[in-house]
Nanobody
Framework: QVQLVESGGGSVQAGGSLRLSCAAS????????MGWFRQAPGKKREGVAV????????YSVDSVKGRFTISRDNAKNTLYLQMNSLKVEDSAMYYC?????????????????????WGQGTQVTVFS
């Protein structure tokens, strides 16, 4: 079955950096779009960034543009999120997610919809 395991979270001072990883298994990784989502206490889960199957296309929310970079290595079945210039408001549980993306699927639906497979999350805490 689909398994997604996040790692790389931790506590960091504002302005610092973290790199999250998500190891995928149990499916044909290269045929799935991948994404990062986050949820802070008392808030709804929100999409952070998503990436197409071949890394040609990415999309990220305005609040992280210029600071976060999503990438993937299909040879290693791994998804990454490089987070720089972290802010206190970036503190949240970060989740990796997967959505089946047949050829031509990218762009046919809102960027953060359709993600049905989820990891258990990794905590990111940014302190001032």
């Amino acid at each position: 079955q689909v398994q997604l395991v996040e790692s790389g979270g931790g506590s960091v001072q504002a302005g610092g950096s973290l790199r999250l990883s998500c190891a995928a298994s149990g499916y044909t990784y290269s045929t799935y779009c991948m994404g990062w989502f986050r949820q802070a206490p008392g808030k709804k889960r929100e999409g952070v960034a998503v990436i197409s199957t071949g890394s040609i296309s990415t999309y990220s929310v305005d609040s992280v543009k210029g600071r976060f970079t999503i990438s993937r290595d299909n040879a290693k079945n791994t998804l990454y999120l490089q987070m720089n210039s972290l802010k206190v408001e970036d503190s949240a549980m970060y989740y990796c997610a997967a959505a089946y993306c047949p050829q031509g699927d990218w762009g046919t639906r809102p960027p953060f919809e359709g993600y049905g497979y989820w990891g258990q999350g990794t905590q990111v805490t940014v302190f001032s």
